[in-house]
């Protein structure tokens, strides 16, 4: 069996989906009283409860084979420092501690883009750029830098985990409506009247989850990979938007 955690966002329930056409019988890890109607597939279990629970999540990955750790709490707003902090470092660590205890084959965390330390405008980063919280801005950042670390400590010392660090996922089946999904409605609807300079390396969600299940198979403990799409700005991306909607 595999186990899902943060089922209901928009890798998680493109990746059940996905997963479950593939003949997998999944345990899908959503919050109380998320909506679940996306999920009215055959082979898919809810468990309802949060990742910060330790009990929980060692009771979650009993009799499961390989982890996607997906859920975490997205927020630039320092006020949320303590609450990102919680979910994204302390559930993981919940999460590494209950694939230790119950034997887990494979956990495959996914971490962002923005747990890299942070280079100089116009450099390149690779897989080969180091993680330092105290060298990446944001709540977020480093939140997420924080938590590659202990994923990666723990591979080291057996675990079999690998890091997945997507880029700026776009896409279908955003049910829950990201940032961008909302930039999107905004658009389409009319509302959007401002935009800004700038552009973002963005991905498709169907790629990032593509992705994941090759990882599951085919990466080896400790190795870290950047799941990038393509460069686009902000400028092309509202014209394209304008192309669609007219």
């Known amino acids: ?55 929980f999540v060692i ?23 303590k609450q990102v902090r919680s979910v994204n470092v302390g559930g993981t660590e919940n ?38 919280p105290a060298r990446t801005s944001g709540v977020y950042g480093k939140s997420k830098a924080e938590a590659v670390l202990n994923v990666l400590t723990a591979a080291r010392e057996g675990l079999n985990a690998v890091v997945l660090c997507p880029t700026g996922i776009i896409g279908p089946f955003d049910y829950k409506l990201s940032e961008m999904g909302n930039m999107i409605r905004l658009f389409a609807t009319g509302k959007l009247r401002v935009g800004i300079e700038g552009s973002f390396d963005f991905v498709d969600v169907r790629d990032v ?13 400790g190795e870290v990979y950047i799941l990038g799409g393509e460069v686009i700005s902000i400028r092309e991306l509202i014209d394209i938007l304008h192309q669609l909607t007219g």
Do not use: Q, W
């Open 1 to 55: 069996m595999i186990l899902v955690t943060g089922a209901s966002g928009h890798v998680g329930n493109v990746l059940v989906r996905e997963l479950v056409n593939r003949g997998e019988k999944i345990r899908a890890i959503v919050l109380p009283g998320e909506d679940v109607s996306m999920f009215k597939l055959d082979r898919v279990e809810i468990l309802r409860g949060d990742i910060r629970d330790r009990d």
């Open 59 to 81: 009771k979650a990955c009993e009799g499961i084979e390989t982890v996607y750790h997906l859920a975490a709490l997205i927020s630039i707003m320092p006020t949320m420092k």
């Open 95 to 132: 999460v590494i501690h209950a694939c230790k205890v119950k034997h887990v084959g494979k956990l495959i965390y996914t971490s962002s883009i923005h747990a890299f330390t942070e280079l100089e405008p116009g450099s390149v980063i690779d897989e080969n750029v180091s993680f330092n």
């Open 209 to 221: 989850v593509r992705s994941e299940i090759e990882a599951s198979i085919k990466a080896k403990a």
